[in-house]
């Protein structure tokens, strides 16, 4: 009689252990959001030091055209705003952040290119854009020659200055700083004439309140930037699920929306939104 006394405590005591786990404990939902949509979260690798693309706000908010699109596909893949985990995702650790499944997608000027397609499947391309140049409102640089003998900068471990340099003005003075921050800090006082990097970074700080009406994108095109959302290797079934998600996002008119609210205080003059799987070379 003791011992069926015990037996059925331990199996009361066993059910209240089940019901517990069934009820809290874990959440049931993977992190990284590798489910199919609904879970508990996802995790999406954004920048968050590009104004007008990734930029993690003074109150903890995030803004910018790569966050927009990437919570409208999040929309699409079943998950609401507040259930997605902006990830800092810095350029070089894109690949390895989506091998170790730290993020389940990346939405970071991620231009789609031969080499990392074969570490990376990518959705897309979202967005075309172009190595440019950034200068003031009232410079006389209209041409990338007009850039000998002036002071060009690009951040370190760039090849953008270098390829201007090399093609286009020779006698351009380059200036390698930390950040694009620097670089256009020092547009602004003068002691720079130019900045270049991808278009769509430039108008994104062009576009910032301090810096509204005080500079201008040369509008060059000195390369083909394609800007795709790269997934874990493999998984083919996110990227068909993502590039459904852009073509809504195009055809509803939520994609021109996000161009113009992020980059239109700099007249970025954007292209058309690139067909599914179309690369501009």
Same mark, same amino acid.
């Given at each position: 009689?003791?011992?069926?006394?015990? $037996?059925?405590?331990?199996?009361? *005591?066993?059910? !209240?252990?089940?019901?517990?786990?069934? &009820?809290?404990?874990?959440?049931?939902?993977?992190?990284?959001? $590798?489910?199919?949509?609904?879970?508990?979260?996802?995790?999406?690798?954004?920048?968050?030091?590009?104004?007008?693309?990734?930029?993690?706000?003074?109150?903890?908010?995030?803004?910018?055209?790569?966050?927009?699109?990437?919570?409208?596909?999040?929309?699409?893949?079943?998950?609401?705003?507040?259930?997605?985990?902006? #990830?800092?995702?810095?350029? *070089?650790?894109?690949?390895? /952040?989506?091998?170790?499944? +730290?993020?389940?997608?990346? *939405?970071?000027?991620? $231009?789609?290119?031969?080499?990392?397609?074969?570490?990376?499947?990518?959705?897309?391309? @979202?967005? !075309?854009?172009?190595? +440019?140049?950034?200068?003031?409102? +009232?410079?006389?640089?209209?041409?990338?020659?007009?850039?000998?003998?002036?002071?060009? &900068? $690009?951040?370190?471990?760039?090849?953008?200055?270098?390829?201007?340099?090399?093609?286009?003005?020779?006698?351009?003075?380059?200036?390698?700083?930390?950040?694009?921050?620097? &670089?256009?800090?020092?547009?602004?006082?003068? *002691?720079? +004439? /130019? #900045?270049?990097?991808?278009?769509?970074?430039?108008?994104?700080?062009?576009?910032?309140?301090?810096?509204?009406?005080?500079?201008? !994108?040369?509008?060059?095109?000195?390369?083909?930037?394609?800007?795709?959302?790269? #997934?874990?290797?493999?998984?083919?079934?996110?990227?068909?699920?993502?590039?459904?998600?852009?073509?809504?996002? #195009?055809?509803?008119?939520?994609?021109?929306?996000?161009?113009?609210?992020?980059?239109?205080?700099?007249?970025?003059? @954007?292209?058309?939104?690139?067909?599914?799987?179309?690369?501009?070379?």
């Amino acid at each position: 009689m003791k011992l069926r006394k015990v $037996s059925a405590a331990a199996a009361t *005591a066993l059910v !209240l252990a089940l019901t517990a786990t069934a &009820c809290g404990g874990d959440d049931g939902g993977d992190s990284n959001g $590798s489910g199919s949509g609904g879970g508990d979260k996802i995790k999406i690798g954004i920048k968050y030091d590009q104004p007008g693309l990734g930029l993690k706000e003074p109150d903890g908010s995030f803004s910018g055209f790569d966050v927009d699109v990437a919570t409208y596909v999040a929309k699409e893949l079943g998950y609401e705003p507040n259930q997605i985990e902006w #990830v800092e995702t810095k350029s *070089a650790d894109r690949e390895n /952040a989506l091998a170790r499944g +730290d993020v389940k997608m990346i *939405a970071a000027t991620y $231009s789609i290119t031969d080499e990392r397609k074969e570490k990376v499947d990518f959705a897309g391309p @979202y967005l !075309l854009a172009h190595q +440019d140049l950034l200068v003031k409102a +009232d410079s006389d640089i209209k041409e990338g020659t007009d850039l000998n003998g002036k002071k060009l &900068c $690009s951040v370190t471990g760039s090849t953008s200055a270098q390829n201007v340099k090399n093609e286009i003005a020779p006698k351009a003075q380059l200036q390698r700083l930390g950040g694009y921050s620097e &670089c256009i800090a020092g547009l602004q006082s003068g *002691a720079l +004439d /130019a #900045v270049t990097t991808d278009d769509s970074i430039l108008a994104g700080f062009a576009s910032q309140d301090q810096y509204k009406g005080q500079f201008k !994108l040369a509008g060059l095109k000195l390369s083909n930037e394609n800007y795709g959302i790269g #997934v874990k290797k493999g998984d083919t079934e996110t990227v068909n699920k993502i590039n459904d998600a852009l073509e809504k996002m #195009v055809s509803d008119g939520a994609w021109k929306k996000a161009v113009e609210e992020n980059f239109g205080p700099a007249n970025y003059k @954007y292209e058309e939104a690139p067909k599914i799987g179309q690369i501009v070379q």
